[in-house]
């Protein structure tokens, strides 16, 4: 048995079905298999979404919930790795255990490397080239010309950023092709860029250069199917999978400081009443100095020091935002009573009649496990037109051309294969780990919150 798993990250169910026809290969996956959405954990990101796929349980478990984690106490922030995934095997970890020899190339969440049952090249979170990103470490010496990631918020000019990006995928996918020369059972590879591209360029349906970027970020899908075409060939696997592990298209148009409403409720205190905007940032950001010189430059946009100089022992709770449209609160305290008056409060907020708030959620409500204390204790979507700000301001009007595309709960998934029947299903991100297990015959560990697929014909 050989299985190829081939990770699009970021790409939506909506946007694929729409360019079938324009995408041969990966239509030819889903028509010839079973297929449907791929509902993502909350919040919808990278960070955890992976790490919820490589381990099969959900935030509570193997408690990543976000890119950093922030001490209540101490403000202290610290960037996500592959050592601070708890209590979970990965999926290829249980693969080598059982005598499977497996590849892992570019997958999230995956440096600093470690031992696995063949080769891994780490993805992003890695901080750059010059660090040991493979394993084993001779392995380095053996990539040709291999980047791991391209920043879109390190660009400005948009043909140099389609130039590299374009560049970086050729080269990983030569790489992987000279790897599958090598004996595997299971072989992985994410395509970061498909997630990057609708960052930069996914845009309003009235921007001015709409359709240009539209067509641009097809494009680069179809470039990427050609690939998926040769990676499929050259594997001759039993199973081919896709997957993403989220999907794309929400465009806030007001950015929201839900840490002003807490200071204005009374359950957060600031330093300063009055902030010098110099030096309130000039005293933080000495703070996060160290914190942002070590961060890879993917996550530098996250680890951003907060503009208030929070009292933190003061403070009964905290505003953080996950993410474009995911936010949480945290309490300094376990406060049952505290979190439902939170909740109660948070549901009435409201710009110009419309709710700033989609859906609001105990972590309890949709985590479990013994991780779940690090998880901050309420969770929200933010609706449609709102994302999360850490500006000195409640509610402000973001300008059109800085306005961030974000991601959307869903994902898709795709499995085909000899033996595999045809269907349409929706999934978890969580039930693709147990569903490979069980098509190797191997069955999953009982903490696994996913289960495996009927797929066979």
């Avoid at 879109?152 to 092709?177: C, G, H, I, P, Q």
Wanted: hydrophobic share 40%; with cysteine.
């Amino acid at each position: 048995m050989k299985v190829l798993i081939i990770g699009l990250d970021g790409a939506d169910p909506d946007f694929i079905e729409k360019n079938k026809s324009r995408l041969r290969n990966i239509s030819g996956i889903i028509d010839k298999g079973i297929s449907g959405k791929l509902r993502s954990v909350i919040p919808p990101l990278t960070g955890p979404a992976w790490t919820s796929f490589m381990t099969g349980v959900n935030p509570g478990k193997h408690g990543v919930h976000h890119f950093i984690s922030t001490d209540i106490n101490s403000g202290e922030e610290k960037i996500l790795n592959s050592e601070m995934i708890k209590d979970s095997k990965k999926l290829w970890d249980i693969l080598g255990e059982n005598q499977k020899k497996v590849t892992v190339i570019n997958v999230p969440v995956t440096y600093p490397p470690y031992p696995v049952n063949g080769y891994m090249v780490t993805g992003m979170l890695t901080p750059d080239e010059s660090c040991e990103f493979t394993y084993p470490k001779t392995l380095k010496s053996e990539l040709k010309d291999y980047r791991i990631f391209v920043d879109w918020m390190d660009y400005s000019n948009l043909e140099k950023f389609l130039s590299d990006l374009y560049d970086v995928t050729d080269k990983r996918v030569s790489n992987a092709l000279m790897l599958m020369n090598r004996p595997w059972d299971f072989f992985m590879l994410v395509f970061s860029g498909t997630d990057v591209i609708q960052h930069f360029l996914f845009k309003e349906e009235d921007h001015e250069n709409k359709g240009i970027y539209d067509e641009a970020i097809l494009k680069y899908f179809m470039f990427i199917d050609e690939k998926i075409g040769e990676l499929k060939k050259k594997a001759g696997a039993d199973v081919v999978l896709l997957m993403s592990d989220h999907g794309f298209g929400k465009i806030p148009k007001k950015a929201v400081n839900l840490n002003v409403w807490l200071e204005k409720k009374g359950l957060l205190v600031s330093k300063k009443k009055t902030l010098d905007m110099k030096g309130v940032f000039f005293e933080i950001a000495m703070k996060f100095r160290k914190l942002r010189s070590i961060a890879p430059k993917s996550v530098k946009r996250v680890a951003k020091p907060p503009v208030m100089d929070i009292d933190w022992p003061k403070t009964k709770a905290h505003f953080s935002k996950a993410w474009i449209n995911v936010g949480y609160i945290k309490l300094s305290q376990k406060d049952e009573e505290l979190r439902n008056r939170i909740i109660s409060e948070l549901e009435t907020i409201e710009d110009s009649g419309k709710r700033v708030i989609d859906s609001i959620y105990k972590k309890g409500d949709i985590y479990s496990g013994r991780h779940l204390d690090e998880i901050p204790d309420i969770v929200f979507l933010f609706s449609d037109d709102y994302t999360g700000s850490l500006k000195p301001v409640f509610i402000e009007e973001i300008p059109k051309d800085r306005r961030p595309a974000g991601h959307r709960i869903n994902g898709f998934f795709a499995i085909s294969g000899e033996k595999i029947k045809r269907a349409k299903t929706d999934a978890s991100i969580m039930d693709i780990a147990p569903t490979v297990l069980d098509l190797f015959g191997i069955e999953k560990p009982g903490y696994m919150d996913g289960k495996a697929l009927d797929v066979r014909g």
